[in-house]
């Protein structure tokens, strides 16, 4: 896995490109939690290029996304593949998490 | 149609992989089950949802039966028939203490305890084996 | 950089898979040999020389040792160190005949013989070794 | 591996995709064989879509050349991808199959 980062004004994009699991999720984790400490107001994490993801992948944005209320941040998902869509559904995270269609509805909505 | 007609002159489907305990070799894990769904003629949901599961299952051997130690050796058994898939998970690690693999509640919103329910989503029996060598996962998915 | 970095942490990178002597898994041995050798930072050429080394290596074990039948077992050993890797293929069938193994000459134009070619092509040093029960191809290849 | 076969006068094209070994080889050879039988004057085997081929797909090429050359016909090659044309010279065979870069090429060649 590889992420790319972008920041713009309030915003940090965070793209994620291969497969999260319990190898790859700590870089991740380590990129998140950066944005948490610098109290980033909106982080966008971008799985377009993410073919699979296992539950480290997801307590990582469980974790992030916490940690972010804490300074009313807010921590948007974009362009899930259907599989991770699936399975965020099934972890019932759907709700919990904002979840966008692209990048560019992420960045507006 | 050929595929088909190949599986029934492989009269044993059986398969397994070893691989070290490190997470860099779970990937290993996923495209040895991927692999070998796909040529028996598995459906692309059953196969991501066992892919899934064993990763998870293999995360929890690293995690609890190692304590995170990398350089022992896990051991997947793959078997399958037109009745189902079995799946056995092998260690050499520590005996669990308590053998209900709880995961959480869906709905209390904190990081982990998911694993288990990708276990129960993509299995349909599970059964957990020690004995003084070896721990194991016994998985089987009804076809 | 990551990658070199975790591999020292996994102490022994020591793996192996068992798959049936059907055609149809020769391509998941190509895959595992693949997958654990990116894994391990191997430069693409010499993947590419193991993949078919071993490839042709296991087709010989079904048309050889198996004489084509197709429920029984081929097993792949995998080992790396910085110095060699080193591939040991495993089969229960027939003790060969001629240990000689020899391939045809190049430049006579027939079909067949390739394949202990490019077993030679991709490892330093080969040894075959039968038991009682079991046949042995051990290859080393040097880095 | 699968191949598409299109006949163009005195031309059959078949163009193979996948991976060409002990397992798929036989589907190869049984319309390489169909060909020298119906003695096609000029067939084209397009390898563009052939990532791997091991000595069973090779021998199958070997077996056709040999086949086709009985009643003078021709047996070309094309698209090979950098591995594929490594495997040819290695096994001395780049010089004894005609070796075109593309389709095009093999056509008019
Ligand atoms: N192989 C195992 N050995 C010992 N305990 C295990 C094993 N697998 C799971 N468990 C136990 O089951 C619990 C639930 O597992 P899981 O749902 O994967 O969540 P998590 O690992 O995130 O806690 C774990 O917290 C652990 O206590
Ligand atoms: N595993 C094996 N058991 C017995 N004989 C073998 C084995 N592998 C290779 N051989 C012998 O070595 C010869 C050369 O092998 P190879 O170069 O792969 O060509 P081919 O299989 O096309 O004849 C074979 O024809 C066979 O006689």
Do not use: W
């Not at chain 1, 799985?47 to 307590?59: H, P, Q, R, T, W």
């Not at chain 2, 898939?85 to 308590?98: A, F």
């Amino acid at each position: 896995m590889e992420i790319k980062i972008e920041d713009q004004k309030n915003i940090r994009i965070l793209s994620a490109m291969g497969e999260v699991d319990m190898h790859t999720s700590p870089e991740l984790r380590k990129h998140l939690l950066k944005a948490v400490k610098d109290k980033i107001p909106i982080v966008i994490v971008d799985l377009k290029e993410v073919s699979y993801i296992d539950s480290s992948g997801i307590a990582t944005l469980v974790e992030a996304l916490k940690g972010m209320m804490k300074y009313k941040g807010s921590l948007k998902l974009c362009s899930l593949s259907e599989r991770v869509k699936e399975i965020f559904s099934f972890a019932k995270l759907d709700k919990v998490f904002e979840i966008y269609k692209d990048l560019q509805d992420a960045t507006i909505g | 149609m050929k595929q088909k007609k190949n599986l029934q002159n492989a009269l044993n489907h059986r398969a397994s992989i070893e691989v070290p305990s490190h997470p860099m070799y779970l990937s290993m894990i996923r495209i040895f089950l991927e692999k070998l769904l796909k040529l028996i003629d598995i459906q692309t949901l059953i196969i991501e949802d066992i892919k899934s599961a064993v990763d998870e299952a293999c995360s929890n051997v690293i995690k609890y039966a190692y304590k995170y130690s990398y350089d022992k050796t896990i051991k997947v058994y793959f078997s399958y028939s037109p009745k189902e898939i079995v799946v056995i998970i092998e260690d050499y690690g520590e005996k669990p203490q308590d053998l209900s693999f709880q995961g959480r509640d869906l709905l209390d919103l904190k990081p982990g305890g998911l694993g288990m329910h990708f276990i129960k989503k993509a299995f349909d029996e599970i059964v957990f084996k020690s004995s003084k060598k070896t721990n194991k996962l016994k998985m089987v998915r009804y076809l």
